[in-house]
């Protein structure tokens, strides 16, 4: 794939990942809906963070060859969204809740909020 559908993958996927999980935020937990779009939810986060391990950071520090600091979210999002998995398979719903919202925050928020500053590719799609 090349640099540019990378970006356009992640940003589909981040944009459902989004919706659904904001949609999941609201609604009444537990329902077989909710099961369902929590899986679909799940899918798309890993492949969000899947795929930005291809994208090479544009703004701030390197940490390991391409990898910037926005990274260390995809990393977060790598490891929580497992724990998340096992942690309802074990009906640890706590756990689970603060596990989902961890990934919200810091994954959809966090990164959204980075991916509109100046010098990254969306802002620059938007504002210039």
Request: glycine share 6%; no cysteine.
């Amino acid at each position: 794939m090349e640099y540019l559908d990378l970006v356009y993958f992640h940003l589909v996927t981040v944009v459902l990942a989004f919706v659904i999980g904001t949609y999941l935020l609201i609604k009444r937990k537990g329902t077989k809906n909710h099961k369902f779009l929590g899986r679909l939810y799940m899918v798309l986060m890993l492949l969000t963070a899947i795929s930005t391990l291809f994208i090479p950071a544009q703004v701030g520090g390197f940490i390991f060859y391409h990898f910037g600091y926005i990274h260390i979210l995809s990393l977060i999002t790598l490891y929580t969204v497992p724990e998340a998995f096992i942690a309802i398979k074990k009906n640890n719903v706590k756990k689970h809740r603060n596990s989902m919202i961890i990934l919200y925050v810091s994954a959809i928020l966090i990164a959204g909020t980075f991916a509109f500053t100046p010098g990254r590719l969306l802002h620059t799609w938007l504002f210039v």
